[in-house]
């Protein structure tokens, strides 16, 4: 079977049901596993170089009046009629995530003869995610694959919440942007929940916006994780930046105590495939120093900062 992936999180899927080989086109985000994606070729591209733009810049270029949604990205529609998928997967969950369903739609048409099959994936939560995986792969021919993966992943994630029952549940804010300051929704809350911590600033489910600092300041969290959008770990330390030179940072609980964490976003916790597992475990890590049989490494979570300096009584 000849697969096309326009979602990052669907090619996740398709490795994880061991039909790697298969893929014959992705997208320009799709970078895990490098072994396998790396000699796939690449039907998009963005419109805008995300590695030159600040956070705001970023923001401003995806919310502003020269893109709607499916014009942040495009699709070389010719590469793919070349490459003949049977399967095109895609999402209209996220308009600034991936090219749009629409965009994919469009071009499908216009492929000869009765053209391949577009699925589109939408999760909002976790069991969203992994009613997915079992999706892919009944669509993919390999259905008792993703029952035993599906079964591993809910295996391991009443793992995480059996070695946390009973624990102090710390309130966690989890940021998904960081200028503006954006609360990560859909699944995440679920994860912080799975992994022990009581999650602030949204709901399991929930598509999220923008908010302001005295949001934040109002949630006075314990603990703060940090996982931008797209970003890399490396690249949300150089931008912490708008974070820490707020007036209000330093006054927040989990910066007091020195409880913010950076963590790799796009591997486990923006994108809605398989690996948002292991982000539930290494949230358990985070939350109450619970290693999974994996360790957790630093490129995964790694403090921000250390815990500020007390002020010592009387003084």
């Known amino acids: 079977m000849r697969i096309v992936s326009l979602l990052p999180a669907a090619t996740d899927i398709v490795v994880e049901l061991g039909l790697g080989g298969d893929l014959v086109g992705r997208t320009h985000e799709c970078d895990w596993p490098p072994d396998v994606v790396g000699p796939v070729p690449v039907v998009t591209s963005a419109e805008f170089d995300a590695d030159a733009l600040s956070s705001r810049e970023i923001s401003e270029a995806v919310g502003g009046a020269a893109h709607r949604g499916s014009s942040l990205y495009t699709l070389d529609a010719g590469l793919l009629a070349d490459l003949a998928p049977d399967v095109v997967l ?34 909002r939560t976790l069991p ?17 694959t993703a029952a035993r993966r599906v079964a591993e992943a809910y295996r391991r994630l009443d793992a ?33 929940r799975r992994a022990g911590g009581e999650p602030l600033l949204a709901h399991p489910g929930e598509h999220t916006a923008a908010m302001d600092w005295a949001a934040l300041c109002d949630a006075a969290p314990e603990v703060i994780v940090l996982m931008p959008c797209g970003f890399p770990p490396e690249r949300t330390f150089t931008e912490a930046d708008v974070l820490t030179g707020h007036p209000a940072w330093p006054d927040l609980p989990a910066v007091r105590d020195g409880r913010v964490w950076v963590l790799d976003g796009p591997a486990h916790f923006n994108r809605p495939g398989p690996r948002v597992v292991r982000g539930a475990e290494i949230l358990a890590y985070v939350l109450h120093g619970i290693e999974p049989d994996e360790p957790v490494t630093d490129r995964e979570a790694r403090r921000l900062l250390p815990a500020a300096p007390r002020t010592p009584a009387g003084l």
Request: charged share 25%; with cysteine; hydrophobic share 40%.
């Open 90 to 123: 895609t999402q209209d969950l996220c308009q600034v995530c991936a090219v749009s369903y629409e965009a994919v739609a469009d071009s499908v048409r216009v492929l000869d003869g009765d053209g391949p099959r577009v699925i589109s994936l939408e999760p």
């Open 128 to 144: 969203d995610v992994l009613a997915c995986v079992r999706r892919v792969g009944d669509v993919l021919g390999v259905p008792e």
């Open 160 to 192: 995480v919440r059996d070695r946390t029952s009973g624990r102090p549940r710390p309130r966690v804010a989890a940021i998904e942007w960081l200028d503006p300051l954006w609360p990560a929704g859909h699944w995440v809350p679920e994860q912080i």
